[in-house]
């Protein structure tokens, strides 16, 4: 069974940075995505970004583009999201999830209703 395993989140001052970490195990496929959700209070959960395990390309969301960064260590089965610059609108619970239905990463995959698997939510706070 695939499981995740979110760490990283924190309080942050605007205009800091933070580095959030996915351990994932359990894949019996190669061909599978890896998304970073986010849910503030009040609101809706958003794919924030995506990347693919065959060949780590990848997906961001607007609100986010130029600012987060997402990577993989194959070595270590974890993906990281570095997130630069925040802002006060980046306070959310940030969660990891994937699915194996798609190998690649764009606007449609990041949807929350297409996976199946899910890590625990970590916080992050960022103040003004």
């Known amino acids: 069974e695939v499981q995740l395993q979110a760490s990283g989140g924190g309080l942050v001052q605007a205009g800091g940075s933070l580095r959030l970490s996915c351990a994932a195990s359990?894949?019996?496929?190669?061909?599978?995505?890896i998304v970073w959700f986010r849910q503030a209070p009040g609101k809706e959960r958003e794919g924030v970004s995506c990347?693919?395990?065959?060949?780590?390309?990848?997906y961001y969301a607007d609100s986010v583009k130029g600012r987060f960064t997402i990577s993989r260590d194959n070595a270590k089965n974890t993906v990281y999201l570095q997130m630069n610059s925040l802002k006060p609108e980046d306070t959310a619970v940030y969660y990891c999830?994937?699915?194996?239905?798609?190998?690649?990463?764009?606007?449609?995959?990041?949807?929350?209703?297409?996976?199946?698997?899910w890590g625990q939510g970590t916080l992050v706070t960022v103040s003004s």
């Open positions: 359990g894949f019996t496929r190669d061909d599978y995505v």
């Open positions: 990347i693919s395990s065959r060949d780590g390309s990848t």
């Open positions: 999830a994937s699915t194996t239905r798609y190998y690649y990463c764009s606007g449609y995959v990041v949807r929350p209703g297409l996976y199946d698997y």
